[in-house]
Nanobody, 115 residues
């Protein structure tokens, strides 16, 4: 069993930055592939960035060059550094841990980009 708790969301002006954190409890964090998803109001949840247990990363096209996903297995934490934020990045951001057919979700953290 893995519990995920996101933090770091908030209100930021366009062009600003935020860093989201996702702290995982439970054992064997390092074997999970981790991802950040987001869901804007009225839209489907989408994968924003992912990092495998081996450290490989991938991003949705709209955030490439602006967002960076990373993990610290010693701290059981995955991060999402978000730079050059745009109003269209506004959404609830969710952390996900996945291994084979098992998937865990956090409760989400709101990110609002507005002037």
């Amino acid at each position: 069993q893995v519990q995920l708790v996101e933090s770091g969301g908030g209100l930021v002006q366009p062009g600003g930055s935020l860093r989201l954190s996702c702290a995982a409890s439970g054992s064997m964090f390092s074997i999970y592939d981790m991802g950040w998803y987001r869901q804007a109001r009225g839209k489907q949840r989408e994968l924003v960035a992912a990092i495998t247990s081996g450290g490989s990363t991938n991003y949705v096209e709209s955030v490439k060059g602006r967002f960076t996903i990373s993990r610290d297995n010693a701290k059981n934490t995955v991060y999402l550094q978000m730079n050059s934020l745009k109003p269209e990045d506004t959404a609830v951001y969710y952390c996900n841990a996945r291994r084979l057919r098992i998937s865990y979700w956090g409760q989400g953290t709101q990110v609002t980009v507005s002037s």
